[in-house]
């Protein structure tokens, strides 16, 4: 399946969304014929009243309706007629009304289109004033008409009693008294944004409460009922919610929701969808099913006739009109060829019976193949089959298969005049089926194929309301600019700048937001107290403006006027915000502690125990909230509040907030691998780039923060292991010397030379203090050594200039030179350079001194020097090691003793090995020890002492009688033993 300029759908979708699903139930409950039931769930106009005030020259109108919905209004000044137009009505009851005393009104008549439900107001007066107010609680539609002239007194003419109007007040609950009473059981609403009221004050008290128990609480919009209308009315616009924004990553405030986005839900109330019809004064486009009204005399103003029903607005010349009701058989025959099969067919597409609706529309397309209403019929039986295949609960594969026949059906016929309507049915129902894409792709063919149709601009708004469901802000502003420039005033005009206003807060701009929302409020005040998202963006855009006093006023608004909306916990999480700015903790407090109270699980909630943990991190703030209220203390537990948020919201995107400062609170407690643990886990997750960022920056603070605690400490080990296990994406590329010189420092104390050479060579390139870059090249000149890379370390040295070296640095560099000069064999000037390093080498370098011993002594054993100079070289670097322990490693050490106690045996200065052989058990792991008691044996066994090889040789039996050394000591016991007898015997 492929939309105009889509790619095709994949053929493995995803199931159909919920509210798809509960529609199609809703239809097979209701079945075909079911039309009453169908009804009652539909906006209706229930009552028509009418009240006129000679005194003033004014007349009201009150249309009684069931739920709130949308309108439009259109003025006829040739045919002195004012058109009220309810989108998505259908009148269940209203009566027309003939006056016939009244100054102002001659009479009102209801039209049903095909589009919008028409009240044309026709009037006695040239000049005049109006006003349509649509409320929601009641729901009702205000016109107020006033003349501008004084208008002269109708004598009074008996009409039927059916037709005559009561003088008593207006039954109807007037809007104010509502919201009066909504305003003494809730927080006074601020005064300070510009919200008219509902109705003008010299008119409230005309509108009187009928019904008492109306009057509620709640002043929130009624909810729109599912799509149940047939199609050739506009399908629901999209409940228009919206994402959050970023959570800043290292000082978090509270973002808008994260909205659930329903894009299949209905459209906010105040959206109209546009008239199918061009906007022509003296004009009346044919739409309706009904056809076009028009007026015969004053006294029968309910009498019609009715034009052929053509979506585009056009009708041919020689077209004749369809039968009004009454009208002969005789007058039938001359309709057009399958008129009415067609009328049928309409008539049970509104009915719900799509099934019927397409047999009557595929009869006439098979039977009236040269008919004009041919096309008209094809396009509506694709229509009807795609309707009925979702209320039926069909496959995704199947529904997308029918809509792919009805857009090939209407590409077909793209030059019809119907077409537009047909491309917009297609787009509607790709939106329905939620491949959102496919109908944006549509509606924007729609646009730029037929640019002057009267369907344009209701293809224009749906397009910038599926854009911004989709939150493709920048998209959704610039259809909402194109949807102004068709419309600058009127119809969708309010309802566009409001969310132009909203999609640009979403694009970071407040600023320009807050100037598009003062233009929608111009338009429409009374637009905030109907959307509770614009109410909501709007508080969040004079937040970040630092507006607080009328960014706290609105957020007040939305718990005044929608208290079960899901932004308001967010709204009044942000007045606890504000509060805390304005350095008012205790009453932040209390504005969180009631967010997590009325709202537990709301995201503002979540946000208010991640700002009371925030000031649990401040002990003073902390003990002196406590003060006022033990009962915070739970929640100012900054540790136990982030673990909660953890462990019950573990996929908010706040959560992750709360990560980010758990993980902090850990690193400044120096408790690095908790703090480790916890920022690596955000690093899992998909996050705001800015979080992550944040996230990824507290990381590799936290592993060099822990690196050099390691380093000081001498645990090279472990920071080998951080090395291994955060290489590759916090120690690969080092951007500063350290840590990553004691880095390369741990891995060449480790043996590890590869790695540490290759850490030394990357801090080379950067720009290292003259005290960093001599430890450099010594690293990098003992590694090559050590990975016997003579030629590069050769050219390496040898490029180091020594008399520039301070002493100690200069002995070091020439120990270098001297291993290199042993390398080559040249033992002798590598021994008298050896002396010059020992004068230079300082007495506090203890390392380099035990090496420069060490050093010396294999020199001295290599050149066939006596034993007795190099065993003193061995010993005085193992008494230095060894009186120094903090400053050689315990592996060096261990090594260094037992070679010296090693030589010490082999010259047969038995006690003093005996003595080293005793210090080294004390270091040994518990494996070494046996080797070091059998040695000690041996030294016992060399000094002749035969107690002390006995206690060695039993505790080796006791503690140790598998291993070999026991074996051995057992054997040299022996041995022993026969000499001794031998001995004795000679």
């Known amino acids: 399946m492929k939309g105009p300029g889509q790619s095709p759908v994949p053929a493995q979708l995803l199931q159909v969304m919920g509210a798809v699903l509960v529609l199609a ?53 040739e045919n002195r007629k004012l058109i009220i137009k309810l989108f998505e009505f259908y009148n269940f009851g209203a009566e027309p009304i003939k006056v016939l005393d009244d100054p102002l009104i001659k009479g009102i008549n209801v039209t049903k289109k095909e589009l919008y439900l028409e009240i044309a107001i026709y009037l006695r007066i040239d000049s005049y004033t109006f006003k349509v107010s649509l409320f929601e609680s009641p729901p009702i539609c205000v016109v107020d008409i006033k003349a501008t002239e004084p208008v002269a007194k109708i004598s009074s003419s008996p009409v039927k009693p059916e037709a005559q109007i009561s003088a008593s007040p207006d039954p109807t609950p007037a809007p104010s008294e509502t919201e009066a009473a909504e305003e003494k059981k809730s927080t006074p609403v601020p005064a300070k944004p510009t919200i008219k009221p509902a109705v003008e004050p010299e008119v409230k008290a005309e509108v009187k409460s009928e019904v008492k128990s109306e009057v509620k609480a709640e002043v929130k919009p009624a ?68 056809g076009k009204t ?120 793209e030059e019809h005049a119907e077409a537009p309507w047909a491309f917009l049915q297609v787009a509607r129902l790709y939106e329905k089926m939620d491949f959102f894409y496919e109908a944006a792709a549509v509606y924007r063919a729609l646009l730029m194929r037929y640019p002057e149709s009267p369907f344009a601009l209701a293809a224009n708004f749906s397009l910038a309301r599926l854009n911004f469901s989709l939150k493709r802000y920048q ?105 805390l700015v304005e350095k008012k903790a205790a009453e932040a407090m209390q504005m969180f502690t009631t967010v997590v109270k009325e709202y537990p699980d709301s995201d503002g909630a979540i946000v208010s125990r991640l ?127 350290y840590p990553f010189l004691w880095v390369g420092e741990a891995l060449r104390r480790e043996g590890l030379k590869e790695g540490a050479l290759e850490v030394f060579q990357e801090l080379a390139k950067l720009k290292p203090t003259p005290e960093q870059k001599l430890i450099i090249d010594w690293g990098i000149g003992d590694l090559l050594l050590g990975l016997e890379r003579f030629a590069e370390a050769e050219s390496f040295i040898g490029a180091l200039d020594l008399k520039k070296l301070a002493p100690n640095w200069r002995a070091r560099i020439l120990l270098l030179k001297v291993r290199l000069l042993r390398h080559r ?16 080498m300082a007495v506090t370098a203890i390392a380099e001194r035990v090496d420069l011993a060490v050093l010396k002594a294999d020199l001295l054993i ?58 080294l058990a004390l270091l040994a792991q518990n494996q070494e020890l046996a080797e070091l008691f059998y040695w000690q044996f041996r030294c016992q066994l060399g000094l002749a002492d035969e107690a002390g090889m006995d206690a060695l040789l039993l505790r080796l039996q006791q503690e140790y009688p598998a291993s070999p050394w026991t074996a051995s000591a057992q054997a040299a016991a022996k041995d022993f033993k026969w000499q001794q007898e031998n001995r004795s015997l000679k």
Do not use: C
């Open 25 to 77: 139930m809703v239809f097979a409950l209701l079945g075909g014929t079911a039309s009453g039931a169908v009804e009652r769930h539909r906006k209706n106009l229930l009552k028509i009243q009418l009240r006129s005030d000679l005194q003033k020259n004014s007349s009201r109108i009150v249309l009684r309706l069931n739920q709130g919905g949308y309108y439009e209004t259109e003025e006829d000044h």
């Open 223 to 290: 909810p729109l009922p599912a799509a149940s209308a047939p199609q050739s009315e506009p399908l629901p616009a999209a409940k228009v919610t919206a994402p959050a924004a970023p959570p800043a990553p290292a000082v978090p405030s509270v973002p808008p929701v994260q909205s659930r986005t329903q894009i299949s839900a209905p459209a906010p109330e105040t959206a109209a969808e546009p008239a199918a019809s061009p906007v022509s004064a003296g004009s009346e486009p044919v739409h309706g099913v009904s």
């Open 294 to 413: 028009s007026e015969k005399t004053d006294e029968n103003i309910t009498e019609k006739t009715t034009a052929p029903i053509l979506l585009s607005g056009t009708a041919p010349a020689a077209v004749p009109t369809s039968p009004a009701a009454g009208v002969t058989s005789a007058e039938t025959a001359a309709l057009l060829p399958g008129q009415e099969l067609f009328d049928q067919g309409l008539k049970a597409y509104q009915a719900a019976d799509y099934v019927g609706a397409e047999g009557f529309f595929s009869k006439l397309v098979d039977t009236f193949p040269d008919s004009p209403l041919n096309i008209p019929a094809q396009f509506r039986r694709f229509d009807a089959r795609a309707q009925a295949a979702v209320a039926a609960g069909a496959k995704r594969d199947h529904l997308a298969a029918v809509i792919d026949e009805y857009l090939q059906a209407v590409r077909a016929h």
């Open 475 to 579: 998209n959704a502003y610039d259809d909402f600019t194109t949807l102004l420039e068709r419309q600058p005033d009127g119809g969708f005009s309010a309802y566009a700048h409001y969310y132009r206003a909203n999609a640009l807060s979403y694009l970071g701009e407040p600023a320009q937001a807050l100037t598009e929302y003062r233009l929608g409020l111009e338009k429409d005040p009374d637009f905030l107290q109907r959307d509770p998202l614009s109410l909501y963006l709007l508080g969040t855009t004079y937040h970040r403006l630092l507006r607080y006093p009328e960014a706290k006023e609105y957020f007040l608004m939305m718990r005044n006027l929608f208290p079960a909306d899901e932004n308001t916990p967010q709204a009044l999480a942000k007045i606890g915000e504000i509060l």
């Open 611 to 737: 700002k009371m943990a925030i000031l649990g991190e401040d002990a003073a703030l902390r003990q002196r909230l406590e003060a006022i209220n033990e009962n915070y203390k739970a929640m100012l537990d900054s540790e136990a509040a982030y673990r909660y948020l953890l462990e019950q919201h573990p996929e908010s995107p706040f959560t992750d907030i709360a990560r980010l400062n758990l993980g902090q609170l850990y690193f400044r407690q120096g408790q690095y691998p908790k703090a480790r643990e916890v920022l690596g886990q955000m690093l899992t997750r998909r996050l705001e780039p800015g979080l992550r960022q944040a996230a990824f920056s507290s990381l590799r603070k936290t592993i060099f923060a822990e690196i050099e605690e390691l380093y000081s400490k001498g645990e090279y080990g472990a920071v080998v292991a951080l090395q291994h296990e955060y290489g590759d994406d916090f120690l690969s590329r080092p951007g500063a010397v």
């Open 825 to 840: 064999g040249q033992l002798s000037e590598a021994l008298a350079l050896l002396a010059q390093a020992e004068t230079e």
């Open 862 to 919: 290599q050149a066939g020097d006596a034993q007795g100079e190099a065993l003193a070289a061995l010993e005085q670097a193992a008494t230095l090691a060894f009186r120094h322990p903090q400053q050689v490693k315990a592996g060096s050490r261990m090594l260094l003793g037992i070679r010296l106690a090693r030589m010490l045996y082999e010259e047969k200065k038995y006690a003093a090995a005996e003595v080293w052989f005793s210090k």
